[in-house]
């Protein structure tokens, strides 16, 4: 006699489905289709050169990573991207003043600066399944070159002391340790934050971060699902 397929069963079996396809909070992520990536990125951009195997490498690394610490996470992508990109300030590679790029315009260039760095660590951790509540794009000023800087801060829990991926060292330290770093302020999928003497403080959305916005545009038409809000 075939099971009776009763609503509350059909309810269980729906919610372990939509949670294995990461559509619920959760869940894992949906995966990324690289050869769709690489094809969009071609189309573009043009041919990718020597940046289609930093592409590759990238997703091997992501390949080989999924089952580790976070901590050994943190570290190996902290270490992959800042040996795979060249800082190149805005103006010489994309001849703007302010231009952020995606993981795939900056692993296509192999170079990009601050930001682009803490952007595509930001997007590899996340895809490893680092949730967003854990992970800051910070915007400091950088006190001994007394420049505007931007780095990814980790946050193992809510009131942990933040460890800093950094593109100007390779060893993820303590942001106390950091004393060189004044934050200004920092965002994630869940918002925009400003530092205080209680930790950082929710204060908007990053609807007002139009080159943040502009990057998720551009991500989706490289062919990545749109970032998860968790």
Known sequence: MAARFTPSRFLCWLFSALLLAGLLPGGLHADWDFSQISRRAT??????????????????????????????????VNLFFNKRVRYVEDIDLWNQVDYWETPIEALWKGAGDCEDYAIAKYFSLRHL??????????????????????????????????????????????????????????????????????????????KRLSRWQDVLKKMRAEGFPAEPAN
């Open 43 to 76: 189309a573009l951009y043009g041919p990718l050169g020597a940046g289609q195997q930093r592409i590759d490498d990238w997703q091997q690394l992501l390949a080989t990573q999924k089952q580790g610490s976070e901590a050994e996470q943190l570290k190996v």
């Open 129 to 206: 399944g680092v949730s967003s509540d854990k992970l800051r794009i910070t915007y400091v000023k950088a006190l001994r070159q007394n420049r505007a800087h931007m780095v990814l801060t980790y946050y193992s829990t809510p009131e942990a002391m933040p460890l800093v991926l950094d593109s100007l060292i390779d060893e993820i330290q303590p942001a106390s340790q950091r004393t060189d770093l004044l934050p200004v302020y920092s965002f994630n999928a869940e918002g925009l934050y400003l530092p205080g003497a209680k930790g950082n403080k929710k204060v908007g959305d990053t």
